[in-house]
Nanobody, 115 residues
Framework: QVQLVESGGGLVQAGGSLRLACAAS????????LGWYRQAPGKQRELLAS???????RYADAVKGRFTISRDIAKNTVFLQMMSLKPEDTAVYYC?????????WGQGTQVTVSS
């Protein structure tokens, strides 16, 4: 089992920045990738960024160049630095941990971008 706890969401004006954090605990040695997703009202959950055990990062086109995923291995924490935020970035943001046998999700953190 892997437990994930997100933090760092909130209300920000368009053009502003936020940094989300996701602390992992439990069977972290089984994690082969960590990712950030978001889900806006009435929309499907979408993958924004991921980082694997080698440190390779991938981004969705919608956030490439504005969002950066990183990790602190010593603290078992993954971050999502979000810059130049837009109202359409408003959503609940979720952390995901992928293992070979299961996917684990955090509880989500709300990000609201006002125009």
């Amino acid at each position: 089992q892997v437990q994930l706890v997100e933090s760092g969401g909130g209300l920000v004006q368009a053009g502003g920045s936020l940094r989300l954090a996701c602390a992992a605990s439990g069977s972290i040695d089984r994690i082969n990738a960590l990712g950030w997703y978001r889900q806006a009202p009435g929309k499907q959950r979408e993958l924004l960024a991921s980082i694997d055990i080698a440190g390779t990062t991938r981004y969705a086109d919608a956030v490439k160049g504005r969002f950066t995923i990183s990790r602190d291995i010593a603290k078992n924490t993954v971050f999502l630095q979000m810059m130049s935020l837009k109202p359409e970035d408003t959503a609940v943001y979720y952390c995901n941990a992928h293992t070979w046998s299961a996917n684990y999700w955090g509880q989500g953190t709300q990000v609201t971008v006002s125009s």
